[in-house]
């Protein structure tokens, strides 16, 4: 009981502690008595003041710092300690990425402790993009990452070739502190600072990607075109078709349907990309430092050379291709019997996109008599997986996408709803079930590999989602399973609340990450998962490949490394990972904001998707784009904030802006540089609100 008073309140004195505890007057003394126990037993620490606190509070903490586009802080803390809040003044020159040591300063009730950064452990990234000013004996680089808050002073013969306007990289050779900016020099230019094209490129190697490879790796790639497929399998004459978005190039996966007597055998076929790419090699070091490929809204930056990730290793049509394949034996209740690993070669009879497969699907076109039914047999077999895996607790979370279109000289035209069809679907369950098959075979062989790994719900963020969500009626315990919040999220559907319970579900997750170890997924409901599926693109799945191979499949590979350097490895795909969401994120923000400059004064129909203390988030439902309507921005009445009802309410005139709610809003402005969509009420009729916007779905990264 104290020690969640002191969780939750941060450190107090002991006359403090009982009042929060509502310890009586006359059993305060043997309280006390009790809390300098616990000291001398060091199970609490006191501080300066006579502060009682928890032991690991009492001193300074390290961590991870990343910023907001406010310039807020937040340090998450080693070891699985949360995170600590950083405002900007106490940053101390502390850039994103810097691993910091913190010191916590206040523990306000019901929110993240406060710190300020005491010290730079480890330096991170030193490389950022921006716009190049010239400034007479000096130039600057004004951040297009909205994280550094700060300008880089640029020397006037430390600025390369760049001009005044121009987007530039530039690398941080003085870091600054409180009183000075930092000091850089310029290394690349990128291009003229307003051409779209220009700014996509900015993102990504703001972000610590590389746009090309190296010629060594280039080099190596090119030297495996003559490279013999090895003993294997010969499937080539299997009925075999990758389903994917219809512009993709790196075909990872693609699957095969066999009936038998009991049900079906799916054939999961996965590139082979362990066969070419060595461990430790120059390909290898590359696709490690990169992580994962990165897809903006105008190009890939991939994790392997083209020569491998969009033709060697690339199962496109027509071609006979290495695979790493899984069997199932699945009933027609969804039950997977048996599971059998092969070396392969394949040949792809088909190259489906989504809406291709979709229309087999609902039998508005035909392909082929064989190729239809493989799609419709698919369709049947993941509907009964995923009605099992539902059944067992697992989350069915889907949120809606945007889908930037682009005009042939590649400017931002528009953004709209992707939808999520069935055949989304499809393919998302039988590589989930490859998935968790191969996650099983590896924790059988007691394996060195990565496993992905979700930890439950915990802390502020489930304490405000038990509140909303019994707020509406939903009986919710205090420590939920997956299943608890699935049996929410399915008795709001198709109800006023669908919207409201499913966003309330998904803030109080946590981010999905690799670990060396397999722990439970709370998303999915197993404790036996791993990503095996997409090794062109994803590097921890190139490793769990060699995993199966070495020790399962017992074909000659070098094994992956086991203890400190496995954790380091899946620390640093987790970031990387990260990184390229928040540059995938940010191509898509930088197409929206040059699209609504175009639309500033104009109304539009949108539904409130979040709400803080300072406003609510509105999404508009065409075109598909999330601005701000603060506060200041609803009229001459004093909003207050409701977080236990996640709302907005005006004092004066009772108007309420809650989430789920549907309402007009006005475009107000545009910021290109803060990449930030602003919104007003029109008049009080908006405030009313209208009809907002339906259809595709996305899903977290599990």
Same mark, same amino acid.
């Given at each position: 009981?104290?020690?969640?008073?002191?969780?939750?309140?941060?450190?107090?004195?002991?006359? %403090?502690? /009982?009042?929060?505890? &509502?310890?009586?007057?006359?059993?305060? @003394?043997? *309280? +006390?008595?009790? !809390?300098?126990?616990?000291?001398?037993?060091?199970?609490?620490?006191?501080?300066?003041?006579?502060?009682?606190?928890?032991?690991?509070?009492?001193?300074?903490?390290?961590?991870?710092?990343?910023?907001?586009?406010?310039?807020?802080?937040?340090?998450?803390?080693?070891?699985?300690?949360?995170?600590?809040?950083?405002?900007?003044?106490?940053?101390?020159?502390?850039?994103?990425?810097?691993?910091?040591?913190?010191?916590?300063?206040?523990?306000?009730?019901?929110?993240?402790?406060?710190?300020?950064?005491?010290?730079?452990?480890?330096?991170?990234?030193?490389?950022?993009?921006?716009?190049? %000013?010239? /400034?007479?004996?000096? &130039?600057?680089?004004?951040?297009?990452? @909205?994280? *550094? +808050?700060?300008? !880089?002073?640029?020397?006037?013969?430390?600025?390369?070739?760049?001009?005044?306007?121009?987007?530039?990289?530039?690398?941080?050779?003085?870091?600054?502190?409180?009183?000075?900016?930092?000091?850089?020099?310029?290394?690349?230019?990128?291009?003229?600072?307003?051409?779209?094209?220009?700014?996509?490129?900015?993102?990504?190697?703001?972000?610590?990607?590389?746009?090309?490879?190296?010629?060594?790796?280039?080099?190596?790639?090119?030297?495996?075109?003559?490279?013999?497929?090895?003993?294997?399998?010969?499937?080539?004459?299997?009925?075999?078709v990758t389903i994917d978005p219809g512009d993709a190039r790196d075909h990872d996966d693609a699957i095969s349907v066999e009936p038998t007597e009991e049900g079906f055998t799916v054939g999961v076929h996965i590139a082979d990309v362990a066969h070419y790419v060595a461990a430790d090699g120059p390909i290898d070091r590359e696709a490690r430092k990169r992580g994962t490929s990165v897809y903006l809204v105008d190009r890939v930056i991939p994790m392997l050379p083209e020569a491998l990730s969009t033709d060697l290793c690339s199962l496109v049509p027509d071609k006979v291709r290495p695979a790493v394949s899984v069997y199932l034996d699945v009933k027609a209740d969804g039950r997977v019997v048996g599971t059998r690993f092969a070396r392969t070669a394949i040949r792809n009879r088909r190259k489906l996109s989504y809406e291709d497969a979709q229309a087999i699907i609902d039998r508005g076109t035909s392909v082929s008599a064989?190729?239809?039914?493989?799609?419709?047999?698919?369709?049947?077999?993941?509907?009964?997986?995923?009605?099992?895996?539902?059944?067992?607790?697992?989350?069915?979370?889907?949120?809606?996408?945007?889908?930037?279109?682009?005009?042939?000289?590649?400017?931002?035209?528009?953004?709209?709803?992707?939808?999520?069809?069935?055949?989304?679907?499809?393919?998302?369950?039988?590589?989930?079930?490859?998935?968790?098959?191969?996650?099983?075979?590896?924790?059988?062989?007691?394996?060195?590999?990565?496993?992905?790994?979700?930890?439950?719900?915990?802390?502020?963020?489930?304490?405000?989602?038990?509140?909303?969500?019994?707020?509406?009626?939903?009986?919710?315990?205090?420590?939920?399973?997956?299943?608890?919040?699935?049996?929410?999220?399915?008795?709001?559907?198709?109800?006023?609340?669908?919207?409201?319970?499913?966003?309330?579900?998904?803030?109080?997750?946590?981010?999905?990450?690799?670990?060396?170890?397999?722990?439970?997924?709370?998303?999915?409901?197993?404790?036996?998962?791993?990503?095996?599926?997409?090794?062109?693109?994803?590097?921890?799945?190139?490793?769990?490949?060699?995993?199966?191979?070495?020790?399962?499949?017992?074909?000659?590979?070098?094994?992956?490394?086991?203890?400190?350097?496995?954790?380091?490895?899946?620390?640093?795909?987790?970031?990387?990972?990260?990184?390229?969401?928040?540059?995938?994120?940010?191509?898509?923000?930088?197409?929206?904001?040059?699209?609504?400059?175009?639309?500033?004064?104009?109304?539009?129909?949108?539904?409130?998707?979040?709400?803080?203390?300072?406003?609510?988030?509105?999404?508009?439902?065409?075109?598909?784009?999330?601005?701000?309507?603060?506060?200041?921005?609803?009229?001459?009445?004093?909003?207050?904030?409701?977080?236990?009802?996640?709302?907005?309410?005006?004092?004066?005139?009772?108007?309420?802006?809650?989430?789920?709610?549907?309402?007009?809003?006005?475009?107000?402005?545009?910021?290109?540089?803060?990449?930030?969509?602003?919104?007003?009420?029109?008049?009080?009729?908006?405030?009313?609100?209208?009809?907002?916007?339906?259809?595709?779905?996305?899903?977290?990264?599990?």
């Amino acid at each position: 009981m104290i020690r969640k008073a002191l969780r939750r309140g941060g450190p107090g004195k002991p006359k %403090e502690l /009982a009042r929060r505890l &509502g310890i009586p007057r006359a059993a305060y @003394p043997a *309280f +006390r008595d009790r !809390l300098k126990a616990l000291v001398e037993s060091g199970e609490l620490a006191r501080k300066r003041g006579g502060r009682i606190t928890l032991p690991s509070e009492s001193k300074r903490r390290s961590g991870l710092l990343t910023v907001t586009r406010g310039g807020h802080g937040f340090v998450r803390l080693e070891g699985g300690g949360g995170e600590v809040f950083v405002p900007p003044e106490a940053l101390g020159g502390a850039l994103p990425g810097d691993r910091v040591s913190v010191e916590i300063t206040a523990y306000p009730p019901g929110k993240s402790p406060v710190g300020e950064v005491t010290d730079i452990l480890d330096a991170g990234p030193t490389v950022l993009s921006g716009r190049y %000013e010239a /400034a007479g004996e000096v &130039g600057f680089v004004i951040p297009f990452d @909205p994280r *550094f +808050r700060r300008d !880089l002073l640029v020397p006037r013969d430390a600025s390369g070739e760049a001009k005044h306007g121009d987007m530039v990289v530039a690398e941080i050779t003085h870091r600054g502190n409180r009183r000075h900016g930092p000091v850089g020099q310029v290394t690349d230019v990128l291009g003229p600072a307003g051409d779209p094209s220009v700014q996509s490129l900015a993102v990504a190697r703001g972000r610590g990607f590389d746009i090309g490879f190296s010629e060594e790796v280039v080099r190596a790639a090119e030297a495996l075109a003559d490279a013999p497929l090895g003993e294997r399998e010969d499937r080539t004459e299997e009925a075999v078709v990758t389903i994917d978005p219809g512009d993709a190039r790196d075909h990872d996966d693609a699957i095969s349907v066999e009936p038998t007597e009991e049900g079906f055998t799916v054939g999961v076929h996965i590139a082979d990309v362990a066969h070419y790419v060595a461990a430790d090699g120059p390909i290898d070091r590359e696709a490690r430092k990169r992580g994962t490929s990165v897809y903006l809204v105008d190009r890939v930056i991939p994790m392997l050379p083209e020569a491998l990730s969009t033709d060697l290793c690339s199962l496109v049509p027509d071609k006979v291709r290495p695979a790493v394949s899984v069997y199932l034996d699945v009933k027609a209740d969804g039950r997977v019997v048996g599971t059998r690993f092969a070396r392969t070669a394949i040949r792809n009879r088909r190259k489906l996109s989504y809406e291709d497969a979709q229309a087999i699907i609902d039998r508005g076109t035909s392909v082929s008599a064989e190729i239809d039914q493989l799609v419709r047999s698919a369709a049947q077999i993941s509907r009964a997986l995923r009605a099992r895996r539902l059944s067992r607790g697992a989350l069915n979370l889907e949120f809606p996408e945007p889908r930037i279109l682009l005009d042939e000289s590649g400017a931002p035209v528009d953004s709209i709803e992707q939808p999520h069809l069935e055949s989304h679907s499809v393919i998302e369950e039988l590589m989930l079930a490859a998935n968790e098959a191969v996650a099983r075979a590896c924790l059988r062989a007691k394996a060195p590999s990565p496993y992905r790994i979700h930890d439950p719900p915990s802390g502020d963020s489930l304490d405000q989602a038990l509140g909303l969500l019994r707020g509406m009626g939903y009986a919710v315990p205090d420590d939920p399973r997956p299943a608890d919040f699935q049996r929410a999220l399915t008795q709001s559907k198709d109800t006023p609340q669908q919207a409201l319970v499913a966003w309330t579900v998904l803030r109080a997750l946590k981010r999905a990450c690799y670990a060396p170890a397999a722990s439970l997924h709370f998303g999915l409901a197993t404790s036996e998962y791993t990503h095996f599926t997409s090794p062109i693109r994803r590097y921890p799945d190139l490793l769990v490949h060699r995993t199966l191979l070495a020790k399962v499949m017992g074909v000659g590979q070098k094994a992956v490394p086991d203890g400190e350097e496995l954790a380091a490895i899946c620390t640093e795909a987790s970031e990387r990972e990260r990184e390229a969401e928040a540059a995938e994120r940010d191509s898509v923000l930088l197409c929206q904001v040059e699209i609504m400059s175009h639309h500033v004064g104009e109304v539009f129909d949108g539904r409130v998707t979040g709400v803080t203390g300072f406003g609510a988030f509105i999404r508009l439902e065409r075109p598909f784009v999330e601005g701000l309507l603060h506060v200041s921005q609803v009229g001459d009445d004093y909003l207050d904030f409701d977080p236990a009802r996640m709302e907005l309410v005006g004092r004066r005139t009772g108007m309420r802006l809650f989430l789920g709610q549907e309402l007009q809003v006005q475009v107000s402005r545009v910021d290109r540089e803060e990449r930030r969509i602003e919104f007003s009420l029109p008049d009080e009729g908006g405030r009313t609100g209208r009809r907002g916007g339906r259809g595709g779905r996305g899903r977290p990264g599990w």
